[in-house]
């Protein structure tokens, strides 16, 4: 089975097995081990599970996705305040006023 852990973590090193295994440097998303030896030591280890869906995401990542979520309501409150502008200029229309 495969064991996942944060796309930042670009080695690690199993003390139990002697065991060291590379990933990519240039990953993007989580990265995989298939190692039926280290694969016990690295669930107990921390930071490293059974799913990808379930990986922790690196500090960048969580900035980017704040960064994003900070984006998406100021795009909901100019919605919001530019709906309210649109519907009080059609009220003030509606009695002739300008």
């Not at 379930?54 to 960064?67: G, K, Q």
Request: hydrophobic share 35%; proline share 4%.
């Amino acid at each position: 089975m495969t064991v996942y852990t944060r796309s930042d973590v670009v080695s690690v090193f199993v003390g139990p097995t002697g065991h060291t295994h590379a990933l990519s440097k240039k990953a993007k998303e989580a990265q995989g081990i298939t190692c039926a030896e280290c694969e016990p030591h690295l669930l107990e280890m921390g930071g490293w599970v059974r799913s990808p869906a379930a990986v922790e995401l690196t500090p960048d990542e969580i900035r980017e996705a704040e960064f994003e979520e900070k984006q998406i309501q100021n795009f909901e409150r100019q919605t919001v305040a530019e709906n309210a502008r649109n519907a009080a200029a059609s009220v003030r229309a509606g009695r002739g006023v300008q």
